[in-house]
């Protein structure tokens, strides 16, 4: 199907049969074409693919301080491809943790994954495997926010479109770590520059655009508050914690919402 074409099924209408770029049916929408869905995917993903430049060379860095080879350090961000999990696989590495700690600690920050995947899941199953194994790989949070925003934009999900911007926010994470991994050889306390407020930076860009109704704002609000009071009273698991919260916090209000 890859190499067709979108055509028009109408004289009088700008609708237009879908082939390798969406997977939704649902003929009163609009398709963008394929060559316009990657120029499109590299453009919408590239502000964010910059704003974690400074994350990804603080783990490069860090690795390299942890004692990781620099071929070991570039490894495993194109293997892991998981910041916020590389950033504390080497903080656990560089302590002398166990592989069970490593693990377990990695798994609860990744477990947001889950979250998008259960968002995705109804248009992701449709796929074959060639389509649905490079599409796990490259889930990022930010092809995430792309992909469900292209999705609320043009009423359909393409498979093409968020691999795209997968793959290109992976190639400027990987760069990035290159050059941590270089700077981190040749330029001493790296990690004192304070790069680690990328990693805030690009949150706050990935939610707040989000932001357009009373549930989610809510949700927002009660899981920032909660993970603040579960890091202020040394409570463990705090991100799972405040995640559970704030989905809580928004299902009640979107209930409370439709009952008014």
């Not at 199907?1 to 929408?29: A, C, E, F, H, R």
């Not at 919408?44 to 301080?65: K, Q, R």
């Not at 304070?194 to 939610?207: D, H, M, R």
Request: a neutral charge; charged letters at 10%.
């Amino acid at each position: 199907m890859s190499g067709y074409l979108s055509t028009p099924i109408s004289q009088n209408k700008n609708i237009y049969v879908v082939t390798m770029n969406s997977i939704n049916l649902n003929q009163d929408v609009v398709r963008i074409p394929d060559r316009q869905l990657v120029v499109k995917a590299i453009f919408d993903v590239m502000p964010l693919s910059l704003a974690v430049i400074p994350w990804g060379m603080l783990c490069g860095s860090l690795a390299i301080e942890a004692g990781l080879t620099p071929l070991q350090a570039q490894f495993m961000s194109l293997i892991v491809f998981a910041g916020a999990a590389q950033l504390a696989g080497v903080s656990i590495i560089s302590a002398g943790g166990s592989i069970v700690s490593l693990f377990t600690t990695t798994a609860v920050i990744s477990s947001r994954h889950l979250l998008y995947s259960a968002v995705l899941k109804h248009e992701i199953r449709k796929l074959p495997l060639r389509w649905r194994a490079p599409l796990a790989f490259v889930l990022t949070d930010e092809m995430f926010a792309v992909a469900h925003a292209f999705r609320e934009e043009h009423g359909y999900f393409s498979p093409l479109y968020a691999l795209v911007a997968g793959i290109g926010f992976g190639v400027i994470w990987n760069v990035s770590t290159l050059v941590g991994i270089v700077a981190g050889a040749s330029i001493p306390n790296l990690d004192s520059l304070g790069l680690e407020f990328a990693i805030a930076a690009t949150f706050i860009a990935l939610v707040i655009p989000a932001i357009k109704s009373k549930p989610v704002l809510m949700s927002v609000v009660v899981s920032g508050l909660t993970i603040i009071g579960c890091n202020l009273l040394s409570i463990g698991n705090s991100l799972m914690i405040a995640a559970f919260a704030g989905m809580t916090a928004g299902y009640i209000t979107e209930q409370w919402g439709n009952e008014s």
